[in-house]
């Protein structure tokens, strides 16, 4: 990590500006507060009577404007700006594509304004209806802006400025003495408009912890970054940045920013608070105390366990969400309402990825796949990085190193494989190229500050980088994956876009410089942390042309924002093959659930440096669990794909590749179920257990779903390993079928063999246990239905099944099974959305095998119905891979098909006495 | 048939017992399973056992009889997945896949192929017997030779010993005749045995300061010119020398530190290169710092190049330039394939050829002509002493000239001998295999090029990476290794963010010496392969035989659907 290279808080003068202001300084009131076109508004202007405060003698006297809406489901919407009405110097950047047309419509037509007296100053407060239960206020006197619960003793949820932290520095002509220049290192930026940062403090009430605002390689619950008792730390930063070997435990920025945060506290409450602004922010978690000396200004209510957190942007408007809760998963729905459902991945996407820099040529790809078949080892994808191209010039192909790509990829297709190249923003400046030429002749590339078309440094060499914000340009560059334009691509070639951060390697901090001029002379100031979104999002949508409209698209990004979620997958970049880079992710893959990006994973492996065989296979027991889950190594790495470890170590990777294929019947359904409601498939573990304080800063364990808890390994030649298993409930080993109760902490020995996993008692899990060559072939096979049953010997679980890739699933071409387990009688009935019509989707799969943990006394048959007729239950393995495993209940082939209406109901023999004999079955 | 789906022959006995018993054993006896189980799709044993026929265990093994191919144990994961891996498509027999019957075909083609590969053995095997001879009796003539040459090295040694004795004595008798200097010179030049002052010739040549100098200018040049803002062509120049400066070994751990220091005064590309060098490891430049590596290396270590010289020396006396076992216009060439599924087909080019080196003229102390030369000089000598000791004191001047030249004749046969006995020792205690089968590989090398490299592997000695006028070192001779299966070169040039340099050659057989398919499948590790008659052995044709013969039996058969 080169960290000189990177700005600190202190050589970056608005977060320094914001760091240093003092709580109570902000002078602003509201004033003129009305309803106006169902929005509450008001105009925010410096108080009068502060002569003795010399500071307000320097602030810009133009009233700014606020707006609060209200929207379904509980959430607010706040926005502040310069008053358009005023002329300002220019119009400020609103990130636009990013809010959900659908949630605009969801607004709610605020009619009343109550007024009451603050209970705190002088003055009053105007509250409106926010949503059942909540209420949004505003005080006058000193300004504040909250959430409560409804009433007027109702207690407070979030609020901004109530440290009096807020600051909006507004546009204005340069003055003779004014020097907007800003130095760091070699670069210079003009800063042609001048300070125009927004910082203002947020809390976040009854909450023990905050969560959320990725990207940062640093533990799930965020430590204060100020306060008493807290060494200096940064602020958390906001700033996409290509991170060369990014360290662990730091709040510094890397590759993707959310300005997303989530808090939960003892009360199992959560609240979030969005602000939708893509220039760089800086965030500082405050400790408990940090505010004690201004106790007497501040007027804080004690009564209330509180979270602060200082926000400070460089550019952009306040366009702030709040939403309300109650529990953790409303947060992340109401969340994801605003800014997008996270996309339905195809199938196999949720697979094994192979990857690699670089599977140098068409033998090496024929070579790697030919051993995944000589092992037996399923893998979905095979991954091309930027050596496969013709001089890093992206949609051409090294034709002496790739002859026939199409050739390669219809050999893989063959085997249901798909591949992926990769494709980055930044653009050869070779006048040969085609892409260059009719970027530079069309403008369609970023300019300099002097308007020149920019030129950067990157992989080809002297680069220049489309203007994907522009959406004539998104256009133009999603036609160039049709098959016609992308030579050498097929329909099983899917897309990675890498360094969209951007990544320059010679710009400041190794990205582009910030006065460099976007679309609608917009400064990338304003923007930079959106570009990456606005590039996959191109590409995406290049996919979904390419296949008219009909073939879901898979993209990995790089970078993210708030949004990304509908455009692909995203993973944590380059880590390093260590133990605390296995740990780390964690915490980076469950925070970006948090914030609405559920298809995530990291490295498997580490992509620097040599894992040893320990940490290898170890990272591939853990990444199996990952939402996305691909092996990736940097091109000085030994090669590491899973034979090359001797046999025993080969048998563990493949064994923990099989139980990602094992699962993909439950991955798949957590998909749509995030899909559907943006709850991420893998959880925190307070996100199952939100009133369990043990689980708050847990970041070693996980769920996935709601069924399972992972616990990983991350220490080398570990003996033992302490899972903490929450709730009342059991959990059962899913290697072993032992019982653990909930809400002690076990410790368990290690196994070279397997990471600790668990299904918790009352889940019901969908499982396909053949093992093929990709998921392609597991289409047709039979499922196992593991059923763990809790003390009330009932249980439930669901199945989602679908064509696997296309979007017919939207017009409800989809089975959707609840499975319900109570009193003896498993039923399987309809969740698919009545209103789509359904059994659009046929399957003609069964379930082969029924596993039923937790039950005693033993049953010998079971009655399927409809058919009526009997059933074997035995004991038979819990797994079948690894020889005789343990034995557990098992219903033998009742065969009744995924997608009907059945019931299956145990007899247990003490009770009932059956004289008939078991049928023979065919 | 149906019943028996997935069983192989050896198998069928032991499902037979489902037929008289009620139920069987899996096989690993952990179970049992009836009749009814057998086949239905439903794992019941750990082992797979009573599944051969399905996909329903992850551990199943199914069989294809591929009547007029060969047969084939497939991975239970292979039935009924939708692909056609059994060429008589019996793992499709579920109906939604069409399989066609192409062993017949197939069949044909890889029995062709057998054929060729047994022909290519045949050969082989006989080249080998051949080379095998040969290198016997060149061996133990070598050893006869080594003998020879250390009873002669005794006797030459004992009378340049004599000679220099006398020589001694003469001139402490002749005091005052030569000047102060002179005496000085000899006494200095005689006290050194000659090959060592040859060496050390070798190494004040090879000690250039200059090229210390030049790389520590080049280092202070950057330093200077770092704050000037060149054209982006100077820039870039300046950019590689200052990298390659950095790995000359001078510095190579704090290459970072030095180059943090400078990145603010770099021209944007300079920066651009230094930020990609990071990912890359100065991968644009790495072809010249490896030869600026290998190069400053030379400087650094001089007794390297004398070292390789005089081995090149040592080999020099092979030639087998005109070797008939090699002949480029064999007929059998085309097929030195190995592999059964055969996927061999090569671009590349390959062949080998002795190291050109200036052979030393061993003519006057080797070949059948024996110790003549000896004679005559033990007869010469036994003269001398003869006249010396006649005439006693005071030494006549042509007489003392005489021992004088007699002694430098012998001490230089002496120092021949000892060259070649050392170098025949050097040879003859290699690893030339359990047959000395690669005997022949001693001295050459085999050269293969791909792309714009040139590759060369000089068993029992080196391998070279080659582009231009770069010579990359991929790694000295360490061993054979896999039972003489593989050769393996260790320890040569570092990676700039890797391992050393290493290399394995994988040998397979082939009638003449042919490299192909060099490749680096893991950062700076590199995989070649090597045909070589040397690897065509008995055994591995017998087996070959064997396949063929029971492909054969199958044959009348002829195309037929086990559907």
């Not at chain 1, 947060?331 to 991945?345: D, F, N």
């Not at chain 1, 990157?458 to 959406?471: A, H, K, R, T």
């Not at chain 2, 039935?79 to 059994?86: A, Q, S």
């Not at chain 2, 005559?376 to 042509?398: C, E, G, L, T, Y």
């Amino acid at each position: 990590w080169k960290k000189d290279e990177f700005r600190n808080c202190n050589q970056t003068p608005f977060c320094k500006r914001a760091r240093s202001r003092k709580p109570g300084s902000c002078s602003l009131i509201a004033a003129d507060v009305s309803i106006s076109d169902g929005d509450l508004v008001a105009k925010l202007i410096a108080k009068q009577s502060s002569q003795e405060n010399s500071e307000n003698q320097e602030k810009p006297t133009k009233p700014l404007v606020l707006t609060i809406s209200a929207y379904q489901d509980g959430v607010m919407r706040m926005k502040i700006d310069e008053d358009q009405s005023l002329g300002p110097r220019k119009k400020r950047f609103e990130v636009p594509d990013v809010i959900e047309p659908e949630f605009l419509n969801n607004k709610l037509w605020l009619q009343r304004l109550k007024k009451e007296k603050s209970e705190i100053g002088s003055g009053s407060i105007s509250v409106a209806y926010l949503s059942e239960g909540y209420e949004a206020v505003i005080r006058h006197d000193p300004f504040e802006v909250f959430v409560r619960e409804s009433g007027q003793n109702g207690k407070k949820l979030l609020s901004l400025n109530s440290n009096g932290l807020f600051d909006f520095e507004q546009l204005r002509e340069k003055e003779e003495n004014d020097d907007w220049e800003e130095k760091f290192r070699s670069h210079t930026d003009t800063r042609p408009y001048g300070p125009q940062s927004i910082s203002f403090d947020v809390s976040f009430y009854e909450a023990d912890f905050v969560y959320g605002i990725p990207e940062h390689a640093t533990s799930l619950a965020l430590k204060p970054t100020r306060g008493p008792g807290v060494d200096f730390s940064e602020p958390y930063r906001l700033f996409n940045l290509d991170v060369f070997e990014y360290v662990h435990d730091s709040p510094f920025g890397l590759y993707g920013s959310i300005p997303f945060m989530l808090s939960h506290g003892k009360s199992g409450g959560s609240s979030g608070f969005f602000w939708l602004n893509a220039a760089e922010m800086q965030i500082d978690v405050l400790g408990p105390g940090w505010n004690d000396e201004y106790s007497s200004v501040l007027m804080l209510p004690s009564d209330q366990k509180r979270v602060d957190t200082l926000w400070m942007s460089e550019a952009g408007v306040v366009d702030a969400f709040f939403f309300v809760g109650p529990g953790p998963k409303d947060v992340v729905r109401q969340y994801t309402s605003v800014t997008g459902a996270p996309a339905l991945p195809q199938l196999f996407a949720v697979a094994y990825h192979q990857c690699r820099w670089n599977y140098r040529d068409e033998e090496d790809v024929h070579n790697v796949d030919a051993k995944f078949e000589e092992h037996d080892i399923p893998y979905d994808v095979l991954w091309l990085d930027i050596e496969h191209t013709d001089g890093k010039k992206y949609f051409t192909w090294d034709r002496a190193l790739f002859p026939n790509p199409e050739e390669m990829q219809k050999k893989l297709a063959a085997k249901g494989r798909r591949m992926v190249t990769i494709v980055d923003p930044h653009i050869k400046r070779d006048e040969s190229y085609y892409i260059h030429k009719e970027a530079s002749d069309k403008g369609y590339y970023v300019k300099d500050a002097t308007g020149k078309d920019f030129d950067g440094w990157c992989w080809p060499g002297s680069s220049s980088y489309l203007d994907m914000v522009n959406p004539h340009i998104r256009s133009w560059w999603a036609e160039k994956f049709s098959y016609e334009n992308y030579v050498g691509s097929t329909p099983s070639l899917y897309i990675w876009n890498d360094m969209n951060e951007p990544s320059v390697f010679n710009g400041p901090e190794v990205t582009m410089p910030r006065d460099a001029l976007h679309f609608g002379d917009v400064e990338h100031r304003e923007l930079h942390n959106a570009y990456g979104y606005y590039f996959h999002m191109a590409t995406a949508n290049g996919l979904v042309k390419r296949g008219d409209g009909k073939d879901r698209p898979f993209v990995l990004s790089r970078a993210f924002f708030p949004g990304s979620q509908r455009y692909g997958a995203v993973w944590t970049g380059d880590n390093t093959a260590d133990w605390e880079q296995l740990r780390v992710s964690v915490p980076m893959i469950l925070t970006l659930g948090l914030t609405g990006i559920p298809f995530a994973g990291a490295d498997v492996g580490g992509f620097f440096g040599n894992p040893d065989t320990e940490l290898l296979v170890r990272w591939y027991q853990l990444g199996a669990y990952y939402p996305f889950f691909r092996a990736h190594a940097h091109h000085d790495t030994k090669r590491r794909e899973p034979w090359l470890f001797g046999e025993q170590n080969t048998e563990r990777i493949k064994e923990a590749i099989h139980v990602r294929y094992m699962l993909l019947p439950y991955f798949y359904t957590l998909f749509r179920e995030a899909n559907a409601s943006g709850i991420p498939v893998v959880r925190p573990l307070w996100m199952e257990f939100p009133a369990d304080e043990k689980t708050f800063s847990n970041d070693e364990a996980f769920m996935v779903g709601n069924s399972i808890l992972v616990q990983g390994i991350y220490t080398e030649r570990a003996k033992h390993v302490s899972v903490y298993l929450p709730g009342d409930q059991s959990w059962y080993d899913m290697k072993t079928g032992t019982a653990y109760k909930g809400g002690v902490t076990h410790k368990l020995e290690a196994l070279e063999e397997s990471i600790p996993s668990f299904q918790r008692a009352g889940t019901i899990i969908p499982r396909k246990d053949r093992f093929r060559r990709s998921s392609t072939q597991m289409e047709n096979d039979p499922y196992t239905l593991v059923i763990a049953l809790n003390s009330s010997k009932a249980a439930e679980g669901e199945v989602y099944i679908d064509d696997g890739k296309s979007f017919e699933f939207q017009q409800g071409a989809y089975i959707h099974r609840r499975f319900t387990f109570s009193k003896g009688r498993l039923a399987s009935s309809n969740m698919a959305s009545a209103a789509l019509g359904g059994n659009k989707f046929a399957s003609q799969c069964t379930v082969e095998r029924i596993i039923l943990l937790g039950l005693s006394p033993e049953p010998k048959t079971a009655l399927v119905e409809p058919g009526n007729h009997k059933v074997d239950v035995e004991r038979g393995p819990l797994v079948l891979r690894g020889g005789s495993g343990p034995s557990v209940l098992t219903i033998r082939k009742p065969n009744v098909n995924i997608a009907d209406d059945w019931t299956i109901t145990i007899f247990i023999t003490s009770l009932h006495i059956s004289s008939s004999p078991i049928p023979k079955l065919k | 048939t149906e019943f028996f789906v997935g069983v192989s022959p050896e198998d069928e006995s032991y499902y037979k017992g489902l037929a008289s018993s009620t139920a069987i054993k899996c096989k690993d006896g952990s179970k049992k399973f009836n009749k009814s189980q057998f086949n239905d799709d439903f794992c019941d044993c750990p082992d797979g056992s009573d599944e051969p026929g399905t996909s329903a265990c992850p551990t199943g093994k199914f069989y294809c009889k591929n009547s007029g191919h060969a047969p084939v144990v497939l991975f239970s994961s292979r039935v009924n997945d939708g692909i056609c891996d059994c060429c008589d498509g019996s793992d499709e027999y579920d109906g939604k896949t069409k399989c066609p019957n192409t062993c017949w075909e197939s069949g044909k083609a890889a029995r062709e192929k057998l054929r060729k590969k047994i022909a290519t053995y045949e050969e082989g095997v006989t080249i080998r017997r051949q080379e095998i001879e040969k290198a016997r009796l060149t061996m133990s003539k070598e050893e006869a030779e080594l003998q020879k040459l250390k009873d002669e090295e005794n006797i030459l040694k004992g009378l340049v010993d004599k000679l220099k004795e006398t020589k001694e004595e003469e001139i402490k008798a002749k005091d005052i005749q030569p000047t102060q200097k002179d005496i000085h010179d000899n006494i200095g030049a005689e006290d050194q045995p000659p090959q060592d002052s040859a060496e050390n010739n070798h190494e004040s040549a090879s000690k250039p300061e200059l090229g210390v100098h030049s790389i520590e200018d080049r280092l202070s040049n950057d330093g200077a010119a770092g704050d000037q803002d060149g054209s982006a062509q100077n820039a870039e120049q300046l950019g590689e020398d200052s990298t390659s400066g950095g790995n000359a070994g001078l510095d190579t751990g704090n290459q970072d530190e030095n180059v943090a220091e400078d990145t603010e005064s770099l021209s944007k590309e300079e920066l651009g290169r230094l930020v990609a060098s990071r990912w890359t490891g100065g991968k644009t430049d790495e072809h010249k710092e490896e030869f600026d590596a290998s190069q400053s290396k030379d400087h650094q270590d001089p007794t390297e190049t004398p070292n390789e010289a005089s081995y090149e020396e040592d080999v020099g006396y092979i030639s087998d330039d005109d070797d008939p076992r090699y002949d480029d216009d064999d007929a059998g060439n085309e097929d030195h394939v190995d592999d059964f599924d055969g996927v061999d087909h090569y671009d590349s080019s390959s062949s080998q050829r002795p190291e050109s080196d200036d052979e030393l003229d061993f003519s006057d102390i080797t070949g059948t002509s024996g110790s003549s030369w000896l004679e005559k000089i033990q007869q010469r000598v036994k003269n001398i002493f003869q006249a010396v000791n006649f005439f006693q004191k005071p030494v006549n001047v042509s007489e003392a000239a005489q021992v004088r030249k007699e002694y430098d004749e012998s001490s230089g046969k002496l120092s021949k001998i000892q060259s070649r006995i050392s170098s025949l020792t050097q040879k003859l205690k290699q690893d030339f295999g359990p047959e000395k089968e690669f005997y022949s590989f001693y001295g050459q090398c085999f050269e293969s090029k791909q792309n714009k490299y040139v590759y060369k592997v000089c068993p029992f000695k080196q391998a070279t990476q080659e582009e231009g006028y770069s010579t990359t070192r991929l790694g000295s001779w360490e061993k054979f290794d896999e039972s003489y299966r593989v050769m393996q070169f260790l320890n040569g040039d570092k990676c700039w963010n890797g391992p050393d340099r290493s290399l394995k050659v994988r040998l397979r057989c082939g009638l003449k010496n042919e490299l192909t398919d060099v490749d680096e499948p893991s950062r700076c590790e590199y995989l070649a392969f090597l045909a070589t008659p040397a690897l065509c052995v008995e055994d591995k044709l017998k087996e070959l035989q064997e396949k063929l013969e029971s492909l054969n039996k199958d044959q009348p058969k002829g195309p037929h659907d086990e559907l």
